[in-house]
């Protein structure tokens, strides 16, 4: 069964991600108060002010979708409907004046991501697309691209540390391709969308750090799973792996396995 | 004795960066010829377009002036002056589309960088600095900030690979800092002179890599050597150490050294 997103939901994803870009830029590359949460990870007032804009929207439009955010937890975690919002994905990168960081607003129906945007506010730059709406990078239409063969690949990821007992299989993968480019976070899979590189690999990944990358590749030609190649919804166990060519993305799957 | 740089010569290392981001510009995102180089890394025809250019404005102004480019190599090796060139730094970030790539244009006098200009072409961004000018980002001010523990700092490095047999060192300082964050080549440098970030550890560079780099942080108030603590020239040895904090910076030295 499609998804029912109507023009006005994909209209508000927009305006989500415009409002909490206005704040991040706002905050961007000044002294901001930073707190460290419990999982010793950055959270800065940038990150609570554009999730609070972001939520006021959502309220006053659609009261009946479920909500949830990376710095205010879930509502209404039944809906159908239910917004998976991440203000500043890359927080370090914010915080160090790096412009690589983005806002994810990700539609998710049912379980199964169905409509997202990318934004990065410094660049204004942002991806959009799912639901039938092949992916956009500012209102015009972009493509994964082919990739023959491992050896010829771009790959992505944003740091090793991340990547815990899981970086074994990781350098099976990043041995073989042709250029590892580090340090990314979501702009990573903006950049797989439109063709400029051909893999994005990360693991300790959180819901509202891919729930708006699944459309976003899907939607503009690219394969994006887990690490078992399994769908990627809201329970997913943190480990992403996205590929502009779906028989890279398959090559890519047996490496990781591969232990 | 201080540098006889002139303002003509500041005039020039701007319009090199210019000239060189225009092309950058225009290849960026675009489908590039890639060649491998000897030491394989990736070098494009946006690379070669660019130090042309660069090299055709200095034959023209300073005749007598040296040269030392990335792709084309040496003339005039033993004059006062000379400009070390690199059309783009961080070919791989350009190659995938990450606007953290860039230009650099440093002058050289009797061996000691003097000027620079770090140039990030899709963002628009120039530093610039050294010979008695505070580094300035886009024609402003910009200083590095004091970092009172090592524990408090942001660290930027491009690639855990580019260490080899350093990174033991390496990780030594990256697991004492607050946070880490990779892939940004010359960028960095940029966001450590303007306060963002604290350190910069680099290894296996060239010396087209950092002479432009020396000046730009150092007349923002920051310290930036070789791993021993001795100041970076044409011949140093390519592994390089920047801080914005001097007090930080000898402390990074000390875990450094202490294999």
Chains 1, 2 share one sequence.
Request: hydrophobic share 45%; with cysteine; aromatic share 8%.
């Amino acid at each position: 069964m499609t998804a029912p997103v109507t023009a006005a939901m994909i209209a508000l994803a927009d305006e989500l991600a415009e409002a909490a870009a206005a704040i991040a830029r706002r905050y961007f590359r000044t002294p901001v108060t930073v707190d460290t949460k419990a999982d010793a990870s950055p959270v800065s007032i940038a990150d609570r002010e554009a999730e609070r804009a972001m939520r006021a929207l959502i309220e006053a439009r659609f009261p009946d979708h479920g909500i949830w955010g990376e710095e205010f937890g879930r509502v209404r975690e039944g809906a159908d409907f239910v917004w998976v919002l991440d203000p500043i994905d890359g927080t370090k990168a914010f915080l160090a004046g790096k412009p690589t960081f983005g806002v994810l607003v990700g539609l998710v129906w049912r379980n199964r991501p169905v409509y997202g945007v990318i934004e990065q506010p410094h660049l204004r730059e942002r991806w959009a697309g799912g639901a039938g709406h092949a992916t956009t990078l500012n209102g015009q239409p972009v493509r994964t691209r082919l990739c023959p063969a491992l050896a010829q690949a771009t790959l992505f990821a944003t740091s090793p540390e991340m990547f815990g007992a899981n970086l074994p299989a990781f350098e099976r993968v990043r041995s073989r391709v042709r250029y590892p480019v580090w340090g990314c976070d979501c702009y990573a899979f903006g950049l797989v969308a439109s063709g400029f590189a051909d893999l994005a690999i990360e693991a300790g990944l959180s819901a509202y750090d891919w729930c708006a990358l699944v459309p976003v590749v899907e939607a503009a030609g690219g394969v994006i799973t887990d690490w078992q190649g399994q769908p990627l919804t809201p329970d997913s166990d943190g480990r992403v792996v996205a590929a502009g060519d779906s028989h890279l993305h398959g090559e890519v799957l047996r490496l990781l396995a591969d232990g």
